[in-house]
């Protein structure tokens, strides 16, 4: 199916009718530009897949023509980018986006921008400015702009400006770094704290203990062994994972107060359908992932290394990377520029690929650059801050002043731009700007309490130079020399290269909070997890910076490279990152436990995610072990693998609870093991091979040789419904998660305040872990599978993941499923596919959506009560489909807009080196273009295409 698709998508050009217009837009295959700010003519030539080779004098060309293609190919993409990170998103789509156009002011990304650019050296800018005069070039001589704007009754756009590049760098960079789950969690454990008063438990036991742990549910890390420093006293022992943070009675968290409470309720509510905040409300755990693993050449049958990355970013059209090869003979430079693999529309440069002799990927790195500070402000007559009390003396703060535009569309009348003089200096007509938080905002004010925010983004950084430099790098320590650049947005970054070697390194810089460098541990109690004080009196700050390291750019004391995780050319012959505890730091439920060579709590993070590393990780091993040598396919069946983790470490907890109550003299319990649902259930669970695919002739399915990545004998039946068997599991998961998670808290009166997805089902693991040391109780004592009448603890576990399958079964043949399951009771209706769906999401929707209504392409819902595309993989798989743990209908398993692989890529470091990659969509945005969709059909299936690297 998807080869005929792709062939048609590239046979022809599709004809679109829109707003009485007929769009036809085909990329010519080669062309020579001259243009004004050009050294000389250089040249774009297009592949079928559209993506351009570009050939140029000099480096600034080269960004000149990146600008260039890439507006004519995305440029309502990058406009909207532009605009939804500074804030005047409202002057393109209208009065909708004016209310969080205020929230994105107040947060100062463009700001920071501006920072950026005036901290830069000449040779960036150049470049950068080189960047903003291709997009300008495009802008005078494009016949008419993306038909978006007709839409919006728009004839003209702003031009581009360098800053407009730096502000899309920061927002990429803040959606994978920035952290206002602390903000949600202190609201949370004030409330926790009243529960557990009331029912006699230890609070912190009872949060991060219980339901918001920081060990993850899988003890795999990324560099096994890599110590830092000495480990402070209790860390890395086993039954640490049993226990909470348990501070000593001095460190106890202090009471949360009612006016944090407030301040922080406040800001959530102004910010919880904000498109770009509202996501960091989410734990990066559960948020944008990543996969990224190398093996090294002495296990490959080429005997040169392999490296794999895909990015998970969130699913939507346009996609968020566009394919671009770019080339230079620069005389400033001893070699060529030849760089290929994805860019960010709306700025120069490769950010994942390979130049002739180094490939490279990045993976989020969950690095804490974040807190929330609690200020006590002084206040002028007017009730407007003038500045923050710290240490008893006053410290002025800065006011920034802001006026807010609104495209009022009318029928007949274009580019009506409206000031709007509507809003007042205390609803974000003036920002609040402090200095001491790294010139964070104060974003929630009451009385003369402000809720302030310290971010390594806020100040200048050079991320950019930093992949500038990346796309010039032949060897090692070029690469090494680039990442001291990056200053920003918390990555890991895979590494090989032609000359044998594969490494790891964690990226950007992490501050070092006072008091855990030199107080031993959190001020009053209070960790960074949670909203901290800003007087002084707890030690709370970031350290100013006392000993600057290489090409350092934050004004504060930050980790020292040589402490960060990192590993060249691993023993193991592999090593894997899925956003996961590098290192083990979090195994021990205490994030802060490992101690700083020079002294001082060694600190990265509290929150990781582990599954698809955990599987990853598992797989490379065992090929290695068998023998065999790896090729480039043998890592694309890695990387496609659609069998979740978190299904083999707790699916064995099921299958013994059947089995326990099918002996049990426990008549409720043998009621549910006697249950002809249950029993059906079953027998589909008790053979399945852990597979995730659609079952349906409509869907779209990896090769099944993902299901064995081993290549080991299997019988004819191996996979035999594993969809049914699928549908079941993620059922029973999401029953399990209810009774045993949010039925106890719901208990304790905490209904409201229940843990997020992941770590509800990380709760549940570890109760089920632990279950031969707490017996079914938590670390705080609080039981969590009470049931009455049950004989004993075990008899209760087991009734309630029984009970949790009969659940799973009565939804599946509810009216909730009813448009899935036709309310059929025999478990062979249930097919994975009927639920895992998805829709690739425009801004504006309707036919720019795919499937959508109106739109030109051979991509339809896969009925009218069931929208989007069936795809296989599921939540956490290695070729993931993010979608809700925790479902009451029949489309709370999609995952539109959610985070799927935004790009994948392969890449064996022979000469040439050998590369494949494809993204979810195409390289075109322009509606109508054959290259809008033309790599979908790839994606969905499981396949890639060839990536050029080197000459052409």
């Known amino acids: 199916m998807s080869t005929s698709l792709a062939r048609r998508f590239l046979a022809h050009c599709v004809l679109l009718a829109f707003s009485t217009l007929v769009f036809c837009t085909t990329a010519a295959l080669a062309e020579t530009i001259t243009a004004p700010g050009m050294s000389a003519p250089g040249s774009l030539v297009y592949d079928d897949l559209g993506m351009p080779t570009i050939s140029a004098a000099n480096d600034d060309d080269v960004a000149f023509l990146q600008g260039y293609a890439q507006a004519r190919a995305r440029f309502f993409e990058m406009d909207f980018n532009r605009r939804a990170v500074s804030g005047?998103?409202?002057?393109?789509?209208?009065?909708?986006?004016?209310?969080?156009?205020?929230?994105?002011?107040?947060?100062?990304?463009?700001?920071?921008?501006?920072?950026?650019?005036?901290?830069?050296?000449?040779?960036?800018?150049?470049?950068?400015?080189?960047?903003?005069?291709?997009?300008?070039?495009?802008?005078?001589?494009?016949?008419?702009?993306?038909?978006?704007?007709?839409?919006?009754?728009?004839?003209?756009?702003?031009?581009?400006?360098?800053?407009?590049?730096?502000?899309?760098?920061?927002?990429?960079?803040?959606?994978?770094?920035?952290?206002?789950?602390?903000?949600?969690?202190?609201?949370?454990?004030?409330?926790?704290?009243?529960?557990?008063?009331?029912?006699?438990?230890?609070?912190?036991?009872?949060?991060?203990?219980?339901?918001?742990?920081?060990?993850?549910?899988?003890?795999?890390?990324?560099?096994?062994?890599?110590?830092?420093?000495?480990?402070?006293?209790?860390?890395?022992?086993?039954?640490?994972?049993?226990?909470?943070?348990?501070?000593?009675?001095?460190?106890?968290?202090?009471?949360?107060?009612?006016?944090?409470?407030?301040?922080?309720?406040?800001?959530?509510?102004?910010?919880?359908?904000?498109?770009?905040?509202?996501?960091?409300?989410?734990?990066?755990?559960?948020?944008?992932?990543?996969?990224?693993?190398?093996?090294?050449?002495?296990?490959?049958?080429?005997?040169?290394?392999?490296?794999?990355?895909?990015?998970?970013?969130?699913?939507?059209?346009?996609?968020?990377?566009?394919?671009?090869?770019?080339?230079?003979?620069?005389?400033?430079?001893?070699?060529?520029?030849?760089?290929?693999?994805?860019?960010?529309?709306?700025?120069?440069?490769?950010?994942?690929?390979?130049?002739?002799?180094?490939?490279?990927?990045?993976?989020?790195?969950?690095?804490?650059?974040?807190?929330?500070?609690?200020?006590?402000?002084?206040?002028?007559?007017?009730?407007?801050?003038?500045?923050?009390?710290?240490?008893?003396?006053?410290?002025?703060?800065?006011?920034?002043?802001?006026?807010?535009?609104?495209?009022?569309?009318?029928?007949?009348?274009?580019?009506?731009?409206?000031?709007?003089?509507?809003?007042?200096?205390?609803?974000?007509?003036?920002?609040?700007?402090?200095?001491?938080?790294?010139?964070?905002?104060?974003?929630?004010?009451?009385?003369?309490?402000?809720?302030?925010?310290?971010?390594?983004?806020?100040?200048?950084?050079?991320?950019?130079?930093?992949?500038?430099?990346?796309?010039?790098?032949?060897?090692?320590?070029?690469?090494?020399?680039?990442?001291?650049?990056?200053?920003?947005?918390?990555?890991?970054?895979?590494?090989?290269?032609?000359?044998?070697?594969?490494?790891?390194?964690?990226?950007?810089?992490?501050?070092?909070?006072?008091?855990?460098?030199?107080?031993?541990?959190?001020?009053?109690?209070?960790?960074?997890?949670?909203?901290?004080?800003?007087?002084?009196k707890l030690h709370h700050d970031w350290l100013p910076v006392q000993h600057p390291q290489p090409n350092q750019a934050t004004p504060f004391e930050i980790m020292p490279a040589a402490e960060m995780p990192h590993v060249i050319n691993p023993a193991s012959g592999f090593f894997a990152n899925g956003n996961n505890d590098p290192i083990g730091v979090t195994t021990g439920n205490n994030p802060l436990a490992m101690q700083r060579p020079g002294g001082g709590i060694y600190y990265l993070n509290y929150n990781y995610s582990v599954y698809r590393a955990t599987r990853i990780s598992k797989l490379l091993s065992a090929l290695i072990a068998q023998g065999r040598k790896i090729t480039p396919d043998d890592i694309k069946t890695v990387q496609r693998n659609r069998q979740p983790a978190d299904a083999e470490l707790v699916l064995p907890y099921l299958l013994t609870a059947y089995a326990n109550a099918q002996g049990s003299a426990w008549s409720q319990l043998g009621a549910l093991a006697n249950d002809s649902g249950v029993i059906q259930a079953m027998a589909y669970l008790q053979t399945w091979n852990l597979a995730t695919p659609t079952g349906l002739a409509q869907g779209y399915d990896s090769p099944s040789i993902v299901d064995n990545p081993l290549g080991l004998p299997v019988t004819s039946s191996y996979g035999q419904n594993a969809d049914v068997a699928a549908t079941l599991y993620y059922l029973w998961r999401s029953n399990a998660i209810k009774n045993i998670e949010d039925k106890t808290l719901t208990g304790l009166g905490l209904g409201s305040y229940l843990p997020a997805d992941d770590d509800a089902w990380t709760s549940v693991k570890f109760l089920l872990d632990a279950f031969p040391v707490l017996g079914g109780k938590g670390a705080s004592g609080v039981n969590f599978f009470a049931v009455t009448g049950a004989p004993d603890a075990a008899s209760a576990r087991d009734y309630v993941l029984l009970k949790s399958l009969k659940d799973a079964l009565t939804q599946a043949s509810s009216n909730a499923f009813a448009a899935a399951f036709n309310n059929s009771t025999n478990p062979a209706d249930y097919h994975w596919g009927l639920l895992h769906r998805f829709v690739l999401q425009h801004p504006l929707g309707g036919p720019f959506n795919v499937p959508g209504a109106g739109s030109p392409y051979p991509f339809t819902d896969l009925s009218a009560n069931l929208p989007g595309l069936a795809r296989d993989s599921g939540w956490e798989t290695v070729n993931p489909g993010g979608h809700a743990l925790r479902v009451s209908g029949v489309n709370d398993f999609m995952f539109s807009g959610a985070t799927a692989p935004g790009r994948r890529f392969v890449g064996e470091m022979s000469l040439p080196i050998n590369a494949f990659e494809v993204i979810p969509g195409g390289n075109s945005a322009v509606l109508g273009s054959p290259n809008y969709v033309d790599q979908l059909p790839l994606w969905l299936t499981g396949q890639y295409h060839p990536l050029t690297v080197g000459n052409p």
């Open 88 to 536: 005047t998103l409202a002057e393109l789509v209208g009065q909708p986006a004016l209310a969080n156009d205020i929230q994105s002011r107040t947060l100062g990304l463009r700001r920071a921008a501006l920072a950026s650019w005036q901290a830069m050296d000449d040779d960036t800018r150049g470049w950068l400015q080189a960047y903003a005069n291709g997009v300008n070039y495009w802008l005078k001589t494009t016949p008419s702009l993306p038909p978006e704007y007709r839409a919006l009754s728009l004839s003209q756009a702003e031009q581009w400006l360098p800053i407009d590049t730096i502000s899309i760098g920061k927002g990429l960079a803040y959606q994978l770094s920035f952290d206002s789950s602390k903000v949600q969690s202190t609201i949370n454990f004030a409330a926790y704290q009243k529960a557990a008063a009331a029912a006699k438990v230890d609070p912190v036991a009872l949060y991060f203990g219980d339901t918001h742990r920081f060990a993850p549910p899988d003890a795999t890390v990324t560099i096994p062994g890599f110590t830092p420093g000495a480990a402070a006293s209790g860390s890395g022992v086993p039954a640490a994972s049993l226990q909470a943070t348990a501070p000593s009675a001095a460190n106890q968290p202090q009471p949360i107060s009612a006016q944090t409470v407030k301040l922080a309720q406040g800001w959530l509510d102004k910010i919880a359908a904000h498109p770009l905040i509202a996501p960091t409300l989410r734990s990066r755990a559960d948020r944008e992932g990543s996969n990224e693993f190398a093996v090294s050449a002495s296990v490959t049958a080429s005997g040169k290394p392999i490296i794999a990355n895909d990015p998970h970013l969130t699913l939507a059209l346009p996609p968020i990377f566009i394919e671009m090869h770019i080339t230079s003979h620069d005389p400033a430079y001893a070699q060529p520029l030849n760089a290929s693999g994805v860019s960010v529309p709306g700025a120069p440069g490769i950010i994942q690929g390979c130049t002739t002799n180094v490939c490279w990927g990045t993976t989020v790195n969950p690095m804490d650059v974040t807190d929330f500070f609690q200020e006590t402000l002084q206040l002028n007559a007017f009730g407007l801050p003038t500045a923050i009390v710290h240490n008893g003396a006053a410290e002025p703060v800065i006011w920034q002043f802001q006026s807010y535009y609104v495209n009022k569309m009318q029928v007949g009348v274009t580019d009506n731009l409206v000031r709007d003089d509507s809003i007042g200096p205390t609803n974000g007509g003036l920002t609040i700007i402090v200095p001491r938080r790294n010139n964070g905002p104060i974003v929630q004010i009451d009385g003369n309490s402000g809720l302030s925010i310290a971010y390594t983004g806020f100040g200048p950084t050079m991320e950019l130079k930093a992949f500038k430099k990346i796309n010039r790098a032949n060897n090692l320590a070029d690469f090494q020399n680039a990442l001291t650049y990056f200053d920003f947005g918390s990555q890991n970054f895979a590494y090989a290269d032609t000359a044998g070697n594969i490494a790891y390194f964690t990226s950007a810089e992490n501050p070092i909070r006072q008091d855990l460098q030199q107080d031993g541990g959190p001020g009053g109690g209070i960790p960074p997890w949670l909203i901290r004080d800003g007087s002084g």
